[in-house]
């Protein structure tokens, strides 16, 4: 009996590698290669508290930037373990080969946004892409073992529950449409839900959130929902967003709109600390402000032409390249147009600080699980907490190992969701849920959603509108305003009341929520 892993990014490869390295054989299932994930895309970097700036970084600051950063939302014992363990893995993924930029002191890093120091460690604005490409090499050679099975094109279908425990997973050939049961523990790594707002991401095509509406439907936990990261600088292009990285705005880039008829780096007056470095809910809701102005326009800008031609050349070459392909201008020689466009799901599958699910056998690793980043995700973290929690899944399973068992014949028929259906899924969720919320909208909204239930949908259009629903059930009932989730009816932060954890259910075709406490900071 194998272990067996749904998502082969960031999250899937180190699971694998974490549990191929003890001799643990596993499954590792993907609806594509791994060359083709979601990790592949993120730019900016990974962040570790190495201290090779000199300017005295240490895991403890890095634990405050992150827990503050998520307004405080987040499991204090699980970022205490992501930040302590930052160092060690950076240190290994460059063994390993991963080209980071180097100095004569070690692996340079630059600043990224919530963060006071240079911490976050890169491979020019392709760092996903290469941090993948080292984990794919070391899990070829326990593939050549037989340690690690590939199945590079094959859908999730859904969990085998016995008595309320997973017992294995059944997937399918999406290219022949054969049905595999595969018996053992499950580890979910298929990243975030973006799916949910089809073409308004800047996250992977593939990642169309029915996973994790199969999952809430068969009784899995989801958490966090209401808390949807908007990045400040992206670009429409067909089909989704194209990001600009943060390293960008980490390397001089500055914000501006125009005032009057003038440059206004608002950001710079505003935040004079941390300036176009502020988290980034701060400045996509800053952007959104500036732009509702009667004095000023309705675009912001970002002006990299004072970037050092250097720096261009050695950190920002792809970057550059991006922007000339896709908008036919050159940001070394003029300011290029950004708005905030949805990139990171901060809630998922609800987990603890072992990334147990609340069904036994049940893991979560990666974009698809809440752990780690509260109402915020710092840039520079996402990397390191799919590596992190792949690692921390496949550690804990091999401290719970399952017995093997008859898992018979449960076979289900695989749906998919109409593009019609679901485009008007995502401009209801979009309008609902944007930067800026409030009840009126979003229960007009949930009214929506409810009126397209109706006796011809498939299942996988029926779990889609669910995990609809939940997200907007979820904002509805967090009334304050924390971290990506602003409310104009509810503008201040509420401690007493809602520094919790948001859960919500699927059960009996209802959905319910509720307020779980957060655990408290364990004593080291």
């Not at 990974?46 to 998520?70: F, M, Q, W």
């Not at 050092?308 to 792809?318: E, I, M, P």
């Not at 201008?329 to 708005?339: A, L, R, T, Y």
């Not at 699980?369 to 804990?396: D, F, K, M, T």
Request: proline share 3%; charged share 25%.
């Amino acid at each position: 009996m194998s272990i067996n892993i749904i998502g082969a990014g960031l999250a899937g490869l180190s699971a694998a590698l974490t549990l191929a390295e003890q001799g643990v054989p596993c499954n590792l299932v993907s609806y594509a290669p791994s060359e083709r994930s979601q990790s592949v895309m993120a730019e900016g970097g990974i962040n570790a508290a190495l201290d090779t700036s000199g300017e005295h970084d240490t895991i403890e600051e890095h634990y405050a930037d992150t827990i503050k950063g998520g307004v405080y939302l987040a499991d204090e014992n699980a970022v205490w373990g992501l930040c302590s363990h930052a160092p060690e893995i950076v240190t290994k993924l460059d063994r390993l080969g991963v080209p980071f930029s180097h100095n004569d002191k070690g692996i340079v890093q630059r600043y990224f946004g919530g963060q006071k120091k240079k911490r976050t460690a890169y491979v020019k604005a392709s760092t996903g892409k290469m941090l993948v490409t080292a984990l794919i090499d070391e899990v070829r050679k326990y593939e050549v073992k037989g340690l690690i099975t590939r199945y590079p094109r094959h859908r999730f279908v859904q969990l085998i529950l016995d008595n309320g425990a997973c017992q294995g997973v059944q997937i399918a050939d999406r290219f022949t449409g054969e049905s595999i049961m595969l018996s053992g523990a499950v580890i979910i790594a298929c990243g975030g839900m973006a799916g949910l707002f089809d073409g308004m991401t800047t996250g992977s095509t593939h990642n169309t959130s029915d996973v994790a509406a199969a999952l809430f439907a068969q009784g899995v936990e989801l958490s966090n929902l209401e808390f949807i990261q908007y990045h400040p600088t992206t670009i429409g292009i067909s089909g989704k967003r194209l990001l600009i990285s943060e390293a960008a705005r980490g390397e001089g880039g500055r914000l501006f709109v125009r005032h009057n008829g003038e440059p206004w780096y608002f950001m710079e007056e505003k935040y004079p600390e941390l300036k176009n470095l502020m988290p980034r809910d701060v400045v996509s809701a800053e952007m959104v402000a500036v732009t509702s102005r009667d004095d000023c326009e309705d675009q912001v800008y970002l002006d990299m032409t004072g970037i050092d031609k250097k720096v261009w050349k050695t950190r920002l070459s792809d970057l550059r390249d991006q922007c000339v392909h896709y908008i036919a201008v050159d940001p070394m020689k003029e300011p290029i147009p950004v708005s905030p466009g949805i990139h990171y799901f901060m809630g998922g599958i609800w987990v603890d600080e072992h990334h147990r699910t609340n069904i036994k056998n049940l893991y979560a690793a990666g974009e698809c699980a809440c752990q780690y980043h509260g109402a915020n995700r710092l840039g520079g973290n996402s990397l390191l907490g799919a590596i992190y929690g792949g690692r921390v899944a496949a550690e804990c399973i091999m401290k719970n190992r399952i017995e093997e068992t008859n898992i018979g014949v449960q076979h289900t028929t695989y749906s998919e969701v109409s593009p019609l259906l679901a485009e008007r899924i995502s401009t209801i969720l979009y309008r609902a849920l944007p930067i800026m919320r409030n009840e009126t909208d979003m229960k007009a909204a949930q009214q929506e959603l409810n009126a397209m239930f109706t006796p011809d949908l498939n299942e996988a259009e029926k779990r889609r509108l669910s995990l609809a629903l939940a997200m907007v059930r979820s904002a509805i009932e967090r009334k304050e305003s924390r971290g990506a989730h602003k409310r104009v009816d509810y503008p201040e932060r509420d401690d007493a009341s809602f520094r919790k954890q948001s859960v919500v259910r699927f059960e009996n075709d209802q959905i319910t929520l509720s307020l779980r406490d957060i655990p408290e900071r364990r004593s080291e």
